[in-house]
């Protein structure tokens, strides 16, 4: 009974696109997770004084080293 099971071609096949598709989802799920940590840490960073920004919001720009804009200078 079990040896019909696994000499099954669709068995196989079933087995093949869990495996496949469990890599791609832990692919998907790191992505994910490294981009909530580096976005956090840059707004961690910027709360801190350690960046310097301009403008607010979706309009926020990173400052490069030593570029100053007075206006709107984020501390």
Do not use: C, P
């Not at 087995?15 to 496949?20: D, E």
């Not at 956090?40 to 960073?45: E, F, V």
């Amino acid at each position: 009974m079990i040896y019909d099971i696994l000499s099954n071609e669709t068995t196989w096949w079933l087995f093949g696109t869990a495996i496949l598709f469990t890599f791609v989802g832990r692919y998907m799920a790191f992505r994910d997770a490294v981009e909530d940590v580096v976005g956090a840490t840059i707004d961690q960073l910027i709360a801190d004084g350690y960046l310097k920004t301009k403008g607010e919001g979706d309009e926020m720009e990173l400052l490069k080293h030593g570029e100053n804009d007075d206006k709107t200078l984020r501390d």
